[in-house]
């Protein structure tokens, strides 16, 4: 049942993660929390948009949360495409924004 | 690599999807002796309704977060139990993406992990227990960083403990938004409104089935105590019609709407914000029994169902539904119908009580739905240029043309001149307002695959199943 109130989600739950990890944005460093998605350790440091779409170049990240939008589609480690809802962050993961379909450096 | 691909691991019963209804039903069904595959997309058992933060994360109370735990952990201990007694092979992380007759027998393909493993299982008998996702009315702004499902604030609330923002107006239409405000509340966000669209004076001629839920009526207390401790306020009859911001949203304009769901002019006011949790009810998912030819019927709510019968059976034989893919109904429905499913599989009368209590719950889904079903109206808050299709960024201007000037009738048609629906989500996110742009009640869903799958597996079928 729901109590409350509480300052943040963790100190709704209690507890503390497993472990903590550093994860790279943009040339950044955040922190992210073992078990959590690469979504959710980005929207836990602020940030909500990793991708811009391929007509208008607008930002995007989280729609669905749950893997059926494709929305927070981002780069990771060099691989295009990932849903970020859906991938587990893990230590020392290079997050870059996704421009457009992901695949420039193909020049298709 | 399984050989057995073609042939598929051997049982009397295959549940997809391990949420309410599903795991209700492995478990009833093995307590009856039948040996049982349970088949999820997720990694634990409970589906979007019981879904938790991964153990890593180390919550110690995770269940602060949930209704009615207590019904989903008896399952869980019992799916636990006939597991390791071998009664039940649970497989998490499989993602089903077709079923197909074989002889007597229905054999299912899912892809399994992250290496997406083909993975076959054969049944006498499948169980689609496949939920629901969340349907969303498009507004000018709805695509901006900050605005997103209600159900996805809540899912990545409950699996990875994190906020969109400290200030979030939680709208659209259905008591979902009750559940998602008072959890984001609980959790450390300011919520200054939930904005909803229905009139909740629309119960008022529902009351005998209101009457007969006490549980339902002490569920509607709990969240409006929740709102009241937290200082939420609920204005109904109102929208959020526009997004501000530039990268991300900071700010609503909400307007109030008339008995069709069209903003009176005058009434809009800015609501500031940094982050919107937006939904306007549930939609079954549907791609793999109608993959199978299983019939549907339009629910009260406005969306396509299933069509099942007093004992959960589909109209195709052996295949039976329960939960939300026969009508959105809420969990305590689905684990009811999940059990009398499992009841009728093996054989049996499903217990009286339990079909006087999916009568009951019944009763109580229609008047609920038939309230939040989206008025005709709301296109009324679009303009030309707000995307409807989020994949293939097409605005409204572009559907309407083509209904207006090119003779576009469905959303099929529409697809095919404009895009919308043939990107990534495959017409997931914008299926129901491209129909309602066109005029039309929605369509069954149908994707030949309900997943993506990679082209090797497809190519590993043997020929006669494709
Ligand atoms: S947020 Fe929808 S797929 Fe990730």
Known sequence: ?108 | MPNSASDGVPCDLAVVGAGPAGLAAAVTAADLGLRVALLDAGERPGGQYYRRPAPALGAARPEVLHHDWAAFASREAALRAHASAGRITHLPLHHVWTVVPAGAELLLHAVAGPEEEAVAVRARAVLLATGAFERNLPFPGWTLPGVIGAGGAQAMLKGGLVLPGRRIVVAGSGPLLLAVAGSLAAAGATVPAVVEAAAYTAYAGRLPALLRNPGKLGEAATYGGALLRHGIRLLTRHAVTEAHGSDRVEAVTVARLDRQWRPVPGTARRVPCDAVAVGHGLVPQLELATGLGCATRLGADGAVALEVDARQRTSVPGVWSAGETGGIGGARLALVEGEIAAHTIAGRAAPAVLVRRRARLRAFAGAMGAAHRPGAGWPGWLREDTEVCRCEEVPAGRIREAVRDLGARDARTVKLLTRAGMGWCQGRMCGPAVAALAGRDPDPDRRPLSCPVPLRRLAELPAEES
């Open chain 1, 1 to 108: 049942m729901l109590r409350g109130p509480a300052r943040s989600p963790r100190d709704l739950v209690g507890g503390a993660p497993r472990a903590t990890y550093v994860l790279r944005f943009d040339g950044r460093e955040l922190p992210a929390s073992a078990g959590q998605s690469i979504a959710a350790a980005l929207w836990g440091a602020g940030v909500l948009a990793w991708r811009t779409t391929r007509e208008n170049g607008a930002p995007r990240g989280v729609f669905c949360g749950i893997g059926s939008c494709h929305d927070c589609l981002v780069t990771v480690n060099g691989r295009p495409n990932r849903r970020a809802c859906l991938t587990p962050a893990r230590p020392g993961d290079t997050v870059t924004t996704q421009e457009g379909t992901g695949r420039a450096e193909l020049g298709v």
